[in-house]
């Protein structure tokens, strides 16, 4: 029986492709689009947050990225939401330069 289906077409029936709906992705687009805030602490909240331009002055540079180089004396970071550079204290701890 098997045999039959394979020579005689036991071919599953090709999946149509469906574009699958993203919601956090559609929340964003909502936000940016049409103005509609996310629901407070969703993934698409965190999202839009993330998404807007952060003031370095008051960003807790809690992302922060070691982007040290080859004969820097000090570990060196970037703050991956406001773009700020950071080094490093003598406890480890970012600060501002
Ligand atoms: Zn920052």
């Known amino acids: 029986m098997t045999l039959f289906y394979r020579l005689f ?13 993203d919601p956090d992705r ?7 689009l049409l103005g509609i805030q996310p629901e407070p602490g969703t993934p698409a ?13 008051r960003c807790p540079h809690e992302d ?5 180089e080859l004969g820097q004396a000090r570990p060196t970071g970037l703050c ?4 700020a ?4 204290d ?6 501002r330069p």
């Open 9 to 21: 077409g036991a071919r599953r029936p090709e999946q149509p492709h469906r574009p699958t709906a």
């Open 26 to 32: 559609i929340a964003v687009l909502e936000h940016d």
């Open 45 to 57: 909240a965190r999202v839009v947050a993330l998404a807007k331009p952060v003031d370095p002055a």
């Open 64 to 68: 922060v990225v070691e982007v040290t």
């Open 80 to 83: 991956t939401r406001c773009g």
């Open 85 to 88: 550079d950071m080094v490093a």
């Open 90 to 95: 003598d406890s480890g701890d970012w600060q």
